[in-house]
T-cell receptor, first 114, second 113 residues
Framework: DTAVSQTPKYLVTQMGNDKSIKCEQNLGHDTMYWYKQDSKKFLKIMFSYNNKELIINETVPNRFSPKSPDKAHLNLHINSLELGDSAVYFC?????????????FGEGSWLTVV | TQLLEQSPQFLSIQEGENLTVYCNSSSVFSSLQWYRQEPGEGPVLLVTVVTGGEVKKLKRLTFQFGDARKDSSLHITAAQPGDTGLYLCAGAGRGSTLGRLYFGRGTQLTVWP
């Protein structure tokens, strides 16, 4: 069973479109994250939710809107897609953050904006 | 922004050689984590070090956390082709930044048979 699953795995879309990436975790964690990995493999946190509440918003453009219907799901909606949004987006989850807790990553969603 | 400098960026070695990857920062972290990422997959946690000076061993991999909890190293003994991958270090924030992981830019390791 996949612990953190995200869909779609690959997404190619045109500039200006709106798209969503869905994420679900079956680990019973109460904290979920979205990370972005650029073409140079640099991973950076975008958002974090704890029990459906936003706790980290790392100065991401407001075209990106995360939504957490329950603590097992954290979806990412992106409006008016731009070329620079092309990247790999990773969903992740963990227990309530503390020193040393493990974060589990999904397999990533490859977004290409053309 | 808490930056982690990871070096080297690329490492290409022959099977059987030893190697060390370094992860340095001017910031103190609550813990330091090492991940390995395969192509087309997400990062997978290898180890977490929490205490300054801590050393952990995972088969041929040895991880060390600096005394001041600002830096770490990963040493691989007798590298094998199966060790090929992207190795990422990540520092866990503390206090107001608890919950954030700050990643280094990764070391792409290639081990040739």
């Amino acid at each position: 069973d996949t612990a953190v699953s995200q869909t779609p795995k690959y997404l190619v879309t045109q500039m200006g479109n709106d798209k969503s990436i869905k994420c679900e975790q079956n680990l019973g964690h109460d904290t979920m994250y979205w990370y972005k990995q650029d073409s140079k493999k640099f991973l950076k946190i975008m958002f974090s939710y704890n029990n459906k509440e936003l706790i980290i918003n790392e100065t991401v453009p407001n075209r990106f809107s995360p939504k957490s219907p329950d603590k097992a799901h954290l979806n990412l909606h992106i409006n008016s897609l731009e070329l620079g949004d092309s990247a790999v987006y990773f969903c992740a989850s963990s227990q309530t953050p503390s020193a040393g807790n493990t974060i589990y990553f999904g397999e990533g969603s490859w977004l290409t904006v053309v | 922004t808490q930056l982690l400098e990871q070096s080297p960026q690329f490492l290409s070695i022959q099977e059987g050689e030893n190697l060390t990857v370094y992860c340095n920062s001017s910031s103190v972290f609550s813990s330091l984590q090492w991940y390995r990422q395969e192509p087309g997959e997400g990062p997978v946690l290898l180890v977490t070090v929490v205490t300054g000076g801590e050393v952990k061993k995972l088969k041929r991999l040895t991880f060390q956390f600096g005394d001041a909890r600002k830096d770490s190293s990963l040493h691989i003994t007798a590298a094998q082709p199966g060790d090929t991958g992207l190795y990422l270090c990540a520092g866990a924030g503390r206090g107001s930044t608890l919950g954030r992981l700050y990643f280094g830019r990764g070391t792409q390791l290639t081990v040739w048979p």
